[in-house]
């Protein structure tokens, strides 16, 4: 795992630090400095595979354990040594990369207060490595997956009340920490689900599958603790909630997700599809279908409406989607397209077409929308994400809309990114441990960011044309939605900034850590810089309450132009959330067209004297797009929030044909449009997409 994904998970999902020491922390980790090397030079060969496994091959390590109860492992007496994976690597000053583990080390016990190694890497590692054994054939990573699920199976428990769990710390002698510092929760690690067993589960699934043939003994080992694991969330999660509901401020939400969490069921679901087809039982069979159709319960918004069909992460809270993790899709299409079952594959489909065209255009795989997009960091681990959903949805349906959005997607890793620089180095195989909305990059490379970037790699080299477009990654343009925080605005009336001690609310984040309330008479307004002519579409993020609609309201205009008004209440039951009412994310047109340039935003209280409480403003364009280059090529994404066809003027550098294909709202193909000299006016499908050639 990086440090930057262990940090932002606080953030998001407040399991492991306060919101402030967060801050504190992803502050200090992430400007770090911009990368000095830039992309290839035009015309440079690729090279025969981007996947290089030396920087993993370097993070790798071998452990003798001491005698544990209950922790053992295939062969532990002919084969004391185990496969681990330490945690983070630093860049040293003229030398390599200095491995390291988590939290504070004391020198004298030669111990980490969290340890050296983790299950999470080591479950996700053997992937790696199994997934470049079977697409290879190389005995290498089959040796090295090997080792690693020999040392993922010890530090699962293998008996008592917590057998199937799995520790998440051991020290540098294999020695196992239950009970880390900073305290993650379940503590002791190995007391409840969690998504290091998740992970486990999905590294199981996946290496029974590669040994099933090859090595029967072994792969009667890894089914046997795959039934432990597999036991274990049935027992914990499902037994007794499975078909029980959430009440989330007026949404009624699964009860029977790993963690609650539709991201580490996820991962869990990509294990048992490999498992159930290689042969796995019936008891995990039924496991994949409940967290399934868990996961697929969990989309919200439309084409049009926030989060825009993502699937949440998150079953408790309504507000919070994160990059990190979000492989909810990618485990759908793929246990769809294994079962048979279509309510899975059109979920998958439906965020891919609608969430997703959006993110790649608006900046990327961001970390937080809170629901307003307040963590604007980026990791490898939500970059793969996004390209095995895409690639996955394009496996399951043959659509080649979302290959060639994956190739945007893919792009990050080359360029497409913040800091504009590439974040994989395919000669050493490191991935970059983050970077920041500002573009400074984390020059660390971590376990979580060099599995995640390797998947991401193996994805590419068997998609090759795919990855000819991740090449296509210098940002030529990128027209898009702007978050004008309230706070920052000029105030008039009954209008005051409130900033609250923690902007954490348990459920959600004020963006800038503060808010407006207006009351009767009270405005705010801001200056707006709109990037291009045309409509727009304003997107309040506010606090709506519990009670009548009309109680507490805002009122919209952009450059002069009325854009109605937006109720605060209206919130249904509060449920098990932890805060009454919650930040919400509105839509409201504005009426009429507006010149690129300067504009003013005006927001006034519109209600019947309650407060009414305004986070931001996101400054939405009716047509956003992307444009790329790299390599004499382009490529360019546009995305429609209209309620009608739109044509938009695509120009790209140099003066050969262009090519527009445009999408409907679930990546059916609607629509060509051809131009010459660099230009074409693209026809966007009402919220759908285009994707232009050049």
């Known amino acids: 795992m990086s440090k930057l994904e262990v940090d932002t998970m606080a953030v998001t999902r407040p399991r492991l630090l306060s919101l402030g020491l967060l801050f504190a922390l992803v502050a200090s980790l992430l400007p770090v400095t911009r990368v000095a090397a830039g992309p290839p030079a035009a015309g440079a060969a690729a090279p025969a595979a981007l996947t290089n496994l ?65 299950a999470d890497d080591i479950s996700r590692a053997a992937v790696v490595y199994l997934r470049h054994w079977r697409q290879f054939g190389d005995d290498h990573s089959r040796e090295r997956a090997y080792h690693l699920l020999r040392g993922l199976t010890y530090l699962q428990t293998a008996s008592g009340r917590n057998r199937g769990n799995v520790v998440l710390w051991m020290q540098p002698d294999g020695t196992l920490n239950r009970s880390a510092e900073p305290i993650e929760l379940p503590d002791p690690s190995d007391s409840g689900a969690s998504y290091w067993v998740a992970r486990t589960i999905w590294a199981l699934g996946e290496g029974y599958a590669a040994f099933r043939d090859v090595d029967p003994a072994f792969a009667g080992f890894l089914r046997d603790r795959m039934k432990l694991s597999v036991g274990a969330v049935d027992r914990q999660v499902l037994e007794d909630k499975y078909g029980t509901y959430l009440t989330v401020d007026g949404l009624r939400w699964p009860a029977w997700l790993i963690t609650d969490g539709a991201d580490a069921s996820s991962e869990a679901v990509y294990g048992l599809t490999a498992y159930a087809e290689a042969g796995g039982g019936q008891r995990a069979r039924r496991v994949l279908r409940q967290l399934a159709n868990g996961i697929a319960a969990m989309p919200l918004g439309t084409a049009q409406r926030w989060p825009f069909g993502a699937v949440m992460p998150w079953a408790q809270s309504r507000s919070v989607w994160h990059a990190w993790g979000d492989q909810m899709a990618g485990a759908l299409a793929t246990a769809g397209a294994a079962t048979g079952n279509r309510r899975w594959l059109q979920t998958a489909i439906g965020e891919v ?22 963590d604007t960091s980026q990791i490898a681990y939500g970059t793969d994400a996004t390209l095995q959903n895409l690639l996955r949805v394009a496996d399951a349906t043959g659509r080649g809309s979302f290959r060639r959005l994956a190739g945007v997607a893919a792009a990050w890793y080359f360029g497409n990114n913040p800091s504009g620089e590439p974040m994989y180095d395919p000669g050493t195989g490191r991935t970059f441990d983050g970077v920041a909305g500002d573009g400074a990059i984390n020059l660390n490379s971590g376990a979580e960011s ?3 970037g390797l998947l991401s790699m193996l994805a590419l080299d068997r998609h090759p044309r795919v990855a000819r477009r991740a090449r296509v990654a210098a940002v030529g343009e990128r027209v898009t939605w702007q978050l004008v925080e309230a706070e920052t605005g000029q105030l008039s009336g009954d209008a005051v900034v409130r900033t609250p001690a923690d902007p954490w609310t348990g459920e959600s984040l004020w963006s800038g850590g503060g808010y407006v309330a207006l009351r009767p008479g009270g405005r705010v307004r801001a200056d707006v810089d709109l990037p291009t002519h045309g409509r727009y579409t304003l997107m309040p993020v506010f606090h709506r309450l519990f009670g009548p609609r009309g109680g507490a309201a805002t009122r919209y205009r952009l450059g002069g132009h009325r854009a109605g008004r937006q109720s605060h209440g209206g919130t249904g039951t509060k449920g098990i959330t932890l805060w009454p009412g919650y930040l919400a994310v509105g839509r409201k047109d504005v009426r009429g067209s507006l010149g690129a340039g300067p504009a003013k935003l005006s927001v006034s209280h519109a209600g019947e004297g309650h407060a009414a409480q305004l986070d931001a403003v996101l400054v939405q364009p009716e047509v956003e797009w992307l444009l790329l280059s790299g390599d004499d090529r382009h490529q360019g994404v546009l995305r429609s929030f209209a309620r009608r066809w739109t044509r938009q003027r695509v120009s790209l550098p140099g003066a050969g044909p262009v090519v527009a294909r445009s999408y409907d ?3 059916r193909l609607v629509d060509v449009t051809r131009g010459e000299d660099g230009s074409v006016r693209a026809r966007v499908a009402p919220g759908g997409f285009t994707y232009v050639r050049g």
């Open 665 to 667: 709202q679930r990546g």
């Open 353 to 374: 077409g609608r969430f997703t065209p959006h993110s790649l255009v608006q900046a990327g795989p961001q970390q937080g929308w809170l629901p307003a997009p307040a």
């Open 450 to 452: 060099t599995i995640h």
């Open 54 to 118: 030396s920087h993993i091959d370097y993070l790798g390590d071998l452990v003798s354990p001491p005698s544990k109860a209950r922790h053992t492992t295939y062969r532990l007496g002919a084969e004391p040594e185990l496969g681990v994976l330490w945690t983070y690597a630093e860049p040293e000053d003229g030398g390599p990369y200095r491995r390291i583990g988590g939290g504070e080390y004391d020198p004298e016990t030669n111990t980490y207060s969290q340890g050296a190694f983790n």
